[in-house]
């Protein structure tokens, strides 16, 4: 799978993680930035990896800033990108089951690097149910 990358500078240490992690998987990424721990702006990496993805760009994304929270409501201002800041893997699990979201949104500050390695798996290997959940999620998308 192809996944786009974006951090602020808090989020910085756990994007450059989770590259290697997600390359030792066998998973492509691709990579918008930010490219150092110097202050940054989320918004800026944000829309670009969400706009890449709205491209084609990749299929998922793992967002990470300080919280998750500021990087997911970025992900969440782009149609068709439907972002999650899961602070655990039933989070995870439910809104990919649910809601079929594709961006993954981290807090560097809120959880250890052990446990989002086990959101990011389960984040990438839970299937969207369909079903009765489609009909909702074909409801979020303002036009």
Not at 10 to 15: I, L, P, S, T
Request: charged share 30%; glycine share 10%.
């Amino acid at each position: 799978m192809k996944i786009a990358l974006a951090s602020d500078h808090a989020g910085f240490d756990y994007k450059e993680r989770a590259k290697a992690y997600l390359v030792t998987k066998g998973h492509d990424v691709v990579d918008y930035g930010a490219m150092n721990a110097e202050r940054s702006d989320y918004p800026d990496f944000g829309h670009k990896a969400a706009e890449g993805m709205l491209r084609g760009e990749a299929e998922r994304g793992v967002f990470v800033c300080g919280s998750g929270t500021g990087i997911a409501i970025v992900a969440n201002r782009h149609n068709g990108i439907r972002a999650v800041d899961a602070m655990t893997e039933e989070m995870a699990r439910l809104a990919r089951q649910h809601n079929d979201v594709n961006v993954l949104a981290l807090g560097e500050r809120i959880i250890a690097w052990e446990e989002a390695e086990n959101i990011i798996d389960v984040f990438l290997a839970t299937p969207f149910e369909g079903g009765r959940h489609l009909a909702r999620v074909k409801k979020i998308d303002q036009k």
